[in-house]
């Protein structure tokens, strides 16, 4: 015969958070550990963090401090603040919040601290539970904790993030610094992208500067748009009947890209001398940039001009 599982209201089974449960699971630790990833021992209540006292305090296998919030209510945000706080004022490295029912967006705020945090944080459910007229037990249910995957994922946004900002602040000094040389970007704003661009005479046409993490380039980029896509390639074939004479002006050799297959092309001039990530080389990089910009509009724009679109 098997019984069935009974949910019982957690107030039935301790009727003060403080009192009945913290106390209980200060004494009862081992079912938290069968619940984590981790194992905590040690556990003593209230340590004074701040104004505020925290719950439980244990320690991992390392001997790093681990604080426990309780609630055996909704989760909610003036919990989830203490939790950061507690974490920082105490320096502990892991955070344990057991609620009896988390919120989507907690759930969401944990996964996220995990990402982007060097702390560890838990988010439980806890639940009692008997069959038939046993006594209750605790039910510990892991909604979410660190992962090496969260890891990563915290490192590849802060990658992100970082390139993001370095690349807007080169962009900021190139435009500046091509002012002084050329009008040619000088209505363009700074951007996150790795491309910033400038109109080159003709719809679709553009002179774009391209910077990677340890290179550059400049090009001239043809996309008239996805149902022109045949105009692109003529456009492409007419310029590159004049290539002996482009690259004369512009003084060395292009790499001109048909893209067969895409409905873009381009034409470009690769610069080996440093990216965004070459940042003591910036100087040098930009003005390398910008010379090969000068010269890619100056070899193209009488042919660009006499274009019949």
Do not use: C
Not at 197 to 219: C, M, P, W
């Amino acid at each position: 015969m098997i019984g069935k599982l009974q949910r019982v209201a957690l107030r039935e089974v301790w009727k003060h958070e403080a009192l009945d449960f913290t106390t209980w699971l200060e004494d009862n630790f081992d079912v938290l550990n069968d619940a984590l990833d981790i194992t905590i021992s040690n556990v003593e209540r209230e340590q004074v963090a701040g104004t505020f006292k925290v719950d439980l305090v244990a320690e991992d296998e390392s001997g790093d401090l681990v604080i426990i919030e309780n609630q055996l209510e909704k989760s909610n945000h003036d919990h989830l603040g203490k939790l950061i706080t507690y974490l920082t004022v105490l320096e502990a490295k892991t955070a344990v919040w057991i609620v009896s029912d988390p919120r989507p967006e907690h759930v969401r705020a944990i996964a996220w601290l995990n990402e982007s945090s060097s702390g560890a944080f838990y988010l439980l459910k806890v639940e009692a539970v008997k069959i038939g007229e046993s006594p209750p037990a605790p039910l510990l249910t892991l909604i979410v904790g660190p992962s090496e995957e969260s890891r990563e994922v915290g490192e590849t946004k802060k990658d992100l993030a970082e390139r993001y900002v370095l690349r807007k602040r080169f962009w900021t000094e190139l435009l500046e610094r091509a002012k002084t040389r050329t009008r040619l970007h000088a209505n363009i704003s700074p951007s996150k992208d790795n491309w910033i661009s400038t109109g080159a005479g003709k719809s679709g046409l553009g002179f774009n500067y391209v910077i990677r993490q340890h290179d550059t380039r400049v090009e001239l980029w043809i996309d008239r748009g996805k149902d022109l896509a045949t105009e692109n390639k003529a456009i492409f074939d007419t310029l590159a009947g004049s290539k002996e004479d482009i690259e004369e002006v512009f003084g060395a050799p292009l790499e001109w890209q048909r893209l067969n297959g895409k409905r873009s092309s381009r034409i470009k001039f690769e610069i080996d001398v440093g990216g965004y990530r070459d940042e003591a080389k910036w100087d040098e990089v930009q003005d390398a940039m910008i010379d090969a910009m000068i010269r890619l509009a100056k070899a193209f724009k009488p042919h660009i001009a006499k274009l019949n679109v």
